[in-house]
């Protein structure tokens, strides 16, 4: 006789997009993954530096395929139901290193980045907190595929931003976080769960996920 079983928890790859270890977006990224592990989901946290990978070389793909560091990035987003990046802001734009590992994981088929959602956050020192790199993130990461939340999160003055206890000093900050993460949960569920709902992801009025224009990059 069939069994109703329980769905195993939703999971979620959770990376700090800097290499220094004591970033502000390594924090940052702690902080996320303790909010999403608090729900009862997976949350696989991982580092900058587990995705380690040459600059991207064309001829270097031709002759020797995907660095490790690559095909890690790649394993990791296959086992995962949603990721969060919290990505520093270098010069009102995306940190090189993250962009390669974009770059060279574009390159493989199927492509991971697919219908994924994503979670984009940020902290840094200047006082709109590294917003502006969270935009020009969007754009490869949308190109691709990946559903990013429209409601992104930034971190102003990031050096005083974080208690001992790895929470956000502001009591209003740290609940708005809470708030745009459990939002951010709960669409990835009803995506996960909910199988008798069609998926669809519109990038303009009338589109549809198998219109030529949204294949560009999946193929």
Known sequence: MPTDTLPGPLRFLVFGAALRADS???RLASLVARLIS????????????????????????AGEGL???????RDRLEQCDAFVISSPEYNASVPGVLKNAIDWVSRVRPQPFKT????????????????????AL?????????????????????YQAFAEDGTLTDPGLQQRLTETVSGFLSLVEA?????????????????????????????
């Open 116 to 135: 994924k959602h994503a979670l984009l956050v940020s902290a840094s020192p200047s006082l709109i907190g590294g917003n502006r790199g969270l935009w």
């Open 67 to 73: 660095p490790p560091g690559a095909l890690a990035l």
């Open 24 to 26: 502000s977006n390594v």
């Open 38 to 61: 608090d729900t009862g989901a997976a949350v696989d946290l991982a580092h900058m530096r587990d995705f380690d990978m040459p600059l991207y070389d064309g001829d270097m793909e």
């Open 138 to 158: 969007r754009v490869p990461l949308e190109h691709l595929g990946t559903r990013v939340y429209p409601d992104m999160f930034s971190v102003a003055n990031s």
């Open 191 to 219: 995506d996960v769960r909910y199988v008798c709902l069609e998926r669809r992801w519109y990038e303009f009025l009338g589109d549809r996920t198998e219109a030529a224009i949204t294949q560009r990059a999946e193929k």
